[in-house]
């Protein structure tokens, strides 16, 4: 599986958007990026996936380059209910993705 | 809405103990996982399942077994409890679908051992 690279931690403002890179260097053909999002005391959530260009629901957009190299996840006007923290997992679409693997995610602080 | 249960929010047990953590989802998902959560340290993947009876190796399978006898339960067993094993345990399920890269998580267990 690819292994990935976020940023530690990032401060932002309400109503700020937010963009969290996330670097998979080695992805390959048949790989996915996904992202979760996690609050305090709770399980993760899935936010969105991709593989290619860009994908948007209502939460939150996926920018992917044509290389695949690195992803964006784009939060719009964040709240302060958007601290949280956020993963960014690369796994093999011809496994269906059996085994989930999350690194140490992006910290997220969203200040008034 | 899909629903995972972890049968404990918290449990403190004692050193050598063997200790079990259930999980029962309601969704019919064939994968099931278990994972470790410690500060800095994120998820770490402990045991997956892909179906009745079959499990694979996590990252991080050292002191841990898994048991999954129906569908819906898989388990986690700590063999003989350590104070290192103390931790935040989550369970997750997803359904086996090469396109579907979503899984619901339980609340999670918080597990101290003494």
């Known amino acids: 599986l690819a292994k990935t690279t976020q940023p530690i931690s990032m401060d932002s403002y309400e109503g700020q958007e937010v963009n969290i890179t996330c670097s998979h260097n080695?992805?390959?053909?048949?790989?996915?990026i996904t992202w979760y999002q996690q609050f305090p005391s709770q399980g993760p959530r899935f936010i969105i996936q991709?593989?290619?260009t860009k994908v948007t629901n209502e939460v939150a957009s996926l920018f992917i380059p044509a290389d695949r190299k690195s992803s964006t996840l784009s939060l719009p006007r964040v709240s302060l209910s958007d601290t949280a923290v956020y993963y960014c997992?690369?796994?093999?679409?011809?496994?269906?993705?059996?085994?989930?693997?999350f690194g140490t995610g992006t910290r997220l602080l969203v200040s008034p | 809405d899909v629903k995972v249960t972890q049968s404990s929010r918290y449990l403190v047990k004692r050193t050598g103990e063997k200790v079990f953590l259930e999980c029962v989802q309601d969704?019919?998902?064939?994968?099931m996982f278990w994972y470790r959560q410690d500060p800095g340290l994120g998820l770490r993947l402990i045991y997956f399942?892909?179906?009745?009876?079959?499990?694979e190796k996590g990252d991080i399978p050292e002191g841990y077994s898994v048991s999954r006898e129906k569908k819906e339960r898989f388990s986690l067993i700590l063999e003989s409890a350590s104070t290192n094993q103390t931790s935040m345990y989550l369970c997750?399920?997803?359904?086996?679908?090469?396109?579907?890269?979503?899984?619901?998580f339980g609340q999670g267990t918080r597990l101290t051992v003494v």
């Open positions: 080695n992805i390959a053909t048949n790989d996915y």
């Open positions: 997750a399920s997803k359904r086996q679908d090469v396109w579907n890269t979503e899984a619901f």
């Open positions: 399942s892909y179906d009745v009876k079959m499990k």
């Open positions: 991709g593989y290619k």
């Open positions: 997992l690369v796994g093999r679409r011809d496994t269906g993705f059996q085994k989930l693997v």
């Open positions: 969704m019919d998902h064939e994968n």
